[in-house]
């Protein structure tokens, strides 16, 4: 029972990261890049408030950050920033920062939990017929 253990969660960790991987997969196929401006920094929570034009039609947006990578504090109020939101849906939109990292990290992260899930199949397979071959080989002391 304990080796269908690590396809399992292989599986839960596949199913809980379908969702992202499939935002990132239409960001990276639909995504249509534009700029935009800061709106408003919300420290607390630690949410940029974005806004963007299309067609004439204002949209906003926010986004998490963390002080490590963003650079959030030298940006104000009406300071202009990529953003890419999806041509059939503009009001769908997310920072183009590390857009292709994040499509990439999806990847890599579906990949590495498949290659786990079917291990954990596969090994107790491998494991079981290892097993019975050497108990063909040996012969029986009764």
């Known amino acids: ?12 960790a596949m199913l809980h990261l379908t969702p992202t ?4 997969f239409k960001f990276a196929r639909n995504g249509v890049a534009t700029y935009g401006w800061y709106a408003d920094l919300e420290e607390q929570n630690k949410y940029i408030h974005y806004a963007y034009q299309v067609g004439g039609e204002t949209f906003g947006g926010q ?16 300071d202009k920033l ?6 059939h849906t503009p009001w769908i939109s997310r920072r183009r920062w590390g857009m292709q ?3 990439q990290d999806s990847k890599r992260w579906t990949e590495i939990y498949l290659v786990v899930f079917l291990a954990g199949i596969a090994l107790p397979i491998v494991g079981r017929r290892k097993r019975s071959n050497l108990a063909k080989k040996q012969p029986s002391t009764i």
């Open 1 to 12: 029972m304990w080796p269908l253990l690590f396809p399992a969660l292989a599986l839960v």
């Open 21 to 24: 991987l499939y935002q990132d």
């Open 63 to 78: 986004e998490s950050w963390d002080d490590e990578n963003s650079n959030i504090y030298s940006h104000h109020d009406g």
């Open 82 to 87: 990529e953003i890419s939101y999806l041509a």
């Open 101 to 103: 990292n994040r499509w």
